[in-house]
């Protein structure tokens, strides 16, 4: 079954922290590509960075047992929650061509200012919502 999910801290010699690069924001679709929860699609709900790990809804649900704490109205019992799951294992899923791609970037120039703009690798629709 599912192997042990050591978190792998890419950390360098003297506590400087390596970020791993996530092509993916928060609210993202993302679809698992790898492991338990293969082939679920989901939200984004928070990335680690420094990790390289995504939160996904309803993916790698774990149950913890809480005790109750009343002062933070916390109920005691057993509780689903999310895992986070190596940015590796899932894909965005693009919102032109409703499947799962990886991402590619574009230069936008607007007037003297450049941004990076991701959009999609296989029909090239753009992932970021124009603000
Ligand atoms: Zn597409």
């Known amino acids: 079954m599912a ?12 506590g400087l922290k390596i970020r791993v690069r996530v092509d993916l924001k928060k609210n993202d679709t ?4 790898a492991g338990r929860d293969k082939g679920k699609t989901g939200r984004v709900l928070s990335i680690d960075r420094e990790a390289g790990r995504v939160l996904v809804e309803h993916v790698a649900m ?6 109750p704490n009343p002062s933070k109205q916390i109920k005691g019992g057993i509780a689903e929650r999310e895992s986070p799951v190596s940015s590796s294992n899932v ?4 919102p032109g061509c409703h499947k799962a ?9 607007i007037g ?20």
Do not use: F, N, W, Y
């Not at 993302?30 to 590509?33: A, H, L």
């Open 30 to 33: 993302v679809k698992v590509i």
């Open 3 to 14: 192997r042990s999910t050591k978190v792998s801290r890419r950390k360098m010699p003297g």
């Open 62 to 67: 774990v149950k913890r047992h809480t005790r």
């Open 91 to 94: 894909l965005l899923v693009c």
């Open 101 to 109: 791609v990886r991402v590619a970037h574009k230069i936008e120039k």
């Open 112 to 131: 003297d200012k450049t941004r990076r703009l991701r959009v999609c690798r296989k029909c090239g629709a753009p992932l970021d919502k124009k603000a």
